[in-house]
């Protein structure tokens, strides 16, 4: 009994913890309505928008590459498996990095590169957005944020990765991974059981 009080009060203090430093944000769309409009050039210079991508699904991760929580996703090989199987299968990933120039996870474009291309990484394309436009259009709270955006253009789902608000690698193999049941729900045409859930990790570093 006393390990697992103890577990959950670690826990407690984690949940409590990562959203520090995220700074105001708004409150992002609703579940089944539209999702935001947005342009933001990517780690290879490019002008990408939301709108350049409809009628497919799209994911959208938020991405601190010092962040220990992306690391447990990206250390464990969790991320880029995600990525790889559903970009294979048509879908759209972008990956956001919204923090601001000289915080905590801001790069310029070729170190995003190099970055995915030293993990493994496998989005379609990392989106740079350090003035935090993208991001407060979506009220991005945490590193990682996950929205799943389907053919239409609704989002149908937000929040975690995952039921393990943790930094532990251990934990990915028995977590409940709410993008990929997502995703199969989606492309099997089916309604999203778990359409929101409550994101952890380190609060985005916004400009103030």
Request: proline share 6%.
């Amino acid at each position: 009994m006393i390990p697992m009080l103890h577990r959950l009060a670690l826990q407690g203090v984690v949940l409590a913890a990562v959203f520090l430093g995220a700074g105001p944000v708004q409150a992002g769309p609703q579940i089944g309505q539209p999702a935001p409009a947005f342009t933001a050039t990517d780690a290879a210079g490019r002008s990408r928008s939301l709108a350049e991508f409809a009628g497919k699904t799209v994911v959208l991760e938020w991405w601190n590459p010092e962040c220990p929580f992306v690391g447990k996703h990206y250390g464990s090989g969790n991320m880029q498996r995600l990525q790889g199987e559903w970009t294979g299968k048509g879908v759209v990933w972008l990956t956001v990095d919204s923090s601001a120039a000289g915080q905590q996870g801001f790069v310029d474009g070729a170190s995003a590169t190099a970055l995915m291309r030293e993990r493994g990484g496998a989005p379609t394309a990392v989106l740079l957005d350090p003035l935090g436009a993208v991001g407060r259009a979506y009220g991005a709270k945490t590193t990682p944020h996950m929205f799943v955006i389907d053919a239409k253009g609704r989002v149908v789902y937000a929040g975690g990765i995952d039921d393990k608000p943790s930094t532990d690698q251990a934990d990915v193999a028995a977590a409940k991974n709410y993008v990929a049941d997502a995703l199969a729900e989606v492309a099997a045409g089916r309604p999203v059981t778990v359409a929101a859930s409550q994101p952890y990790g380190c609060g985005v570093k916004y400009a103030r």
